[in-house]
């Protein structure tokens, strides 16, 4: 039985971001919410995983999700993770395979653990 606490956020949603909440939902996660640049990408993605939403911005999944991935591209991931006030209690992690945890230290400053 799967973690019913763990709300998972997906802040990115093109092809590792919709893969991933897919594969997620398949398991058995509960992925909550999901923001992308074009919202008609997050919502079409949402509409198809029970108890999941689309957000207007990354900061919505950030309020509600703890757990939260950043899929976008490794160009990006350091802008959003210091865009967001991130709380105690998530966990931040960014899915390129190019650089370190180090893009999460705004993440982890504001008090959330991070991981790659």
Same mark, same amino acid.
């Given at each position: 039985m799967k973690n019913i606490s763990l709300k998972i956020g997906i802040i990115? #949603?093109? !092809? #590792?971001?919709? !893969?991933l909440a897919q594969?997620? &939902?398949k398991s058995g996660y509960c992925v909550t919410a999901l923001d992308s640049r074009s919202f008609d990408s997050s919502s079409k993605l949402a509409s198809? @995983?029970?108890g999941c939403h689309a957000c207007c !911005?990354?900061?919505q999944v950030c309020d509600v999700a703890? *757990?939260? *991935? @950043? &899929? &976008?591209?490794d160009d990006t991931i350091k802008e959003v993770t210091d865009s967001l006030k991130w709380h105690q209690g998530q966990f931040a992690v960014h899915c390129s395979g190019a650089d370190t945890s180090r893009l999460l230290t705004k993440a982890v400053t504001d008090g959330a653990q991070s991981g790659v």
């Amino acid at each position: 039985m799967k973690n019913i606490s763990l709300k998972i956020g997906i802040i990115g #949603v093109g !092809t #590792v971001g919709s !893969t991933l909440a897919q594969a997620l &939902t398949k398991s058995g996660y509960c992925v909550t919410a999901l923001d992308s640049r074009s919202f008609d990408s997050s919502s079409k993605l949402a509409s198809s @995983i029970d108890g999941c939403h689309a957000c207007c !911005t990354p900061q919505q999944v950030c309020d509600v999700a703890n *757990f939260i *991935f @950043i &899929t &976008t591209g490794d160009d990006t991931i350091k802008e959003v993770t210091d865009s967001l006030k991130w709380h105690q209690g998530q966990f931040a992690v960014h899915c390129s395979g190019a650089d370190t945890s180090r893009l999460l230290t705004k993440a982890v400053t504001d008090g959330a653990q991070s991981g790659v």
